[in-house]
């Protein structure tokens, strides 16, 4: 079993794609020495390292002489510069790609070609980071809180591609890169326009695919893309759900050998609902929902746009924090672990609810009620007045129980806490940019409380045995 040179995960067999981020296994970095190297491209960008390769062309780091900037540069393979289709392809990517004015788009410094035509190349941003291909290969399972976060800036630049009638035709974990950018974590960039269909044509457009010509990574194509029909940005959609339901479970949809076999299982079977495949991890019934409405056959059946996608991963995120859902603190393998030692379902789509209340019969349990006053959980700032009577504040423990702390499904009857209020939704700009803010709930008012209590335990632990020296001490020098 080999392995995927971009996200390292095992690949069986010799598929021409990686199933874990979509890139293509079909070639390889060589080794020996590079003409590219040291040389200036358009005069203006020195090529100093190579970074990657695909089908089309290889992608370098270069810097630009008077800026000083980093960019990266893809120059189109040498024996596909006399296919005009190919060179036609390379031009539209540059082309659709500039149209994009948008954060979470790939910006395109600039176009041109050398050596009379023998070399093509596109400078484009330099984005140093990892895609979502290698960020599932290596950090599953993903938080909620952080699928939402990502997906909602892919929908964000898929709504900008779409308002640009530009299809983007080719989305997949390995085209979209998360870095960390100043104050914020997994910043997204969508890349690879190289096959982006565009849907205005002026009057010098040439269509570069047939009518009943597929274009696409299999794995990720919708329904009427592997067929050849005529697309519109919900195939985007379809591909979005499929990058979705690979963040929550780490598998493909539809998986085979072959990508004839894969085509076949995207037409016409159903996917499994991701709580049955990965019945290990547990994500709210909310999220798995959003996915199977993407993965519907019929377009129909989907979201209308891309910001409907984003809106509906809102609603999520606000139902889970009116209901105090553990999924926003909490790894989804430690959900289902915790639902499976209470007997719980097993499977995913289930989520569990932390109450002060259930702290506090939790410590009655452990007889630990005694042992001091609760303290009351950090006040969280809010801009809107409180409609919770201040007597119902939510309270943590001051002890640590000695056994992890019970919590009962969402599904179950239990009284209500002011903590249960959802906080209200930023709707400024800068909440596209930064990640939903996890509130501070009971379990981290419980957590916090269980660390002073350490601290104040080992306090008086030195001070016993400092009183208990000079006790022993002074019966010496009595004697």
């Known amino acids: 079993m080999s392995a995927c040179p ?54 370098y780091q270069a810097t630009h002489i008077q800026l000083r900037n980093k960019v990266a540069l893809k120059i189109l393979r040498s ?23 948008h954060p979470n788009c790939i910006s395109i410094y600039g176009f041109g070609e050398e050596d009379d035509g023998e070399l093509l190349w596109m400078a484009m941003e330099y984005i140093q980071g990892r895609d979502l291909g290698r960020i599932i ?149 909310e999220l798995e929902a959003v996915v199977m409405k993407l993965l519907s056959k019929k377009r129909e059946e989907r979201f209308p746009n891309a910001i409907e996608v984003r809106d509906a991963l809102d609603r999520c995120m606000e139902t889970l924090k009116a209901r105090q859902d553990a999924s926003l603190e909490m790894n989804p393998d430690e959900v289902a672990e915790l639902l499976a030692d209470r007997g719980g379902p097993v499977e995913g789509a289930a989520t569990l609810r932390l109450s002060t209340d259930m702290i506090a019969k939790a410590m009655a349990a452990e007889g630990l009620v005694g042992l001091g006053k609760p303290k009351a959980a950090p006040a969280r700032p809010s801009t809107a007045p409180s409609t919770t009577p201040p007597a119902r504040a939510a309270e943590a423990p001051a002890s640590p129980p000695s056994r992890p702390i019970p919590v009962t499904p969402a599904t179950e009857s239990s009284p209500s806490t002011a903590a249960e209020a959802s906080p209200p939704r930023n709707t400024g700009r800068s909440d596209v940019l930064r990640p939903p803010a996890i509130m501070t709930g009971p379990t981290t008012a419980f957590r916090e409380t269980q660390k002073s209590s350490r ?9 016993v045995f400092v009183v208990a020296g000079l006790g022993v001490g002074a019966w010496f020098l009595l004697r």
Not at 79 to 101: G, H, I, M, P, W
Not at 212 to 221: F, H, N, R, S
Not at 455 to 463: F, T, W
């Open 6 to 59: 971009k996200c390292h995960a095992p690949v069986a067999g010799r598929p021409n794609f990686c199933p874990a981020c979509g890139a293509s296994l079909t070639f390889s970095v060589r080794t020996d020495h590079d003409p590219l190297l040291g040389r200036v491209i358009g005069g203006n960008y020195k090529v100093e390292s190579l970074i990657g390769e695909g089908a089309m062309g290889r992608v």
């Open 137 to 285: 290969n290596e950090d599953a399972p993903l938080p909620a809180v952080r699928i939402v976060h990502i997906i909602r800036q892919v929908c964000e630049a898929l709504d900008e591609a779409h308002a640009s009638n530009i299809i983007h035709r080719d989305l997949k974990p390995a085209n979209v890169v998360c870095f960390d950018h100043r104050r914020t974590k997994d910043f997204v960039k969508v890349l690879d326009f190289g096959i982006a269909k565009i849907t205005d044509p002026g009057e010098d457009y040439q269509p570069l695919t047939r009518d009943g010509i597929v274009c696409g990574t299999p794995a990720y194509m919708s329904p009427e893309q592997v067929q050849g029909f005529e697309l519109d940005p919900r195939s985007d959609l379809f591909s979005l759900g499929i990058i979705l339901y690979q963040t929550m479970t780490a598998r493909l949809p539809f998986y085979a050998e072959s990508a004839v076999e894969v085509a076949t299982k995207i037409v016409i079977e159903d996917p499994v609902p991701p709580s049955k495949v990965r019945p290990d991890w547990s994500y709210p019934p």
């Open 455 to 463: 601290s104040a335990g080992l306090l008086v632990g030195v001070a």
């Open 79 to 101: 024996n596909l510069v006399d296919d005009a289709t190919v060179v036609k392809r390379f031009q539209r990517e540059a082309q659709a790609a500039s149209r994009l004015n």
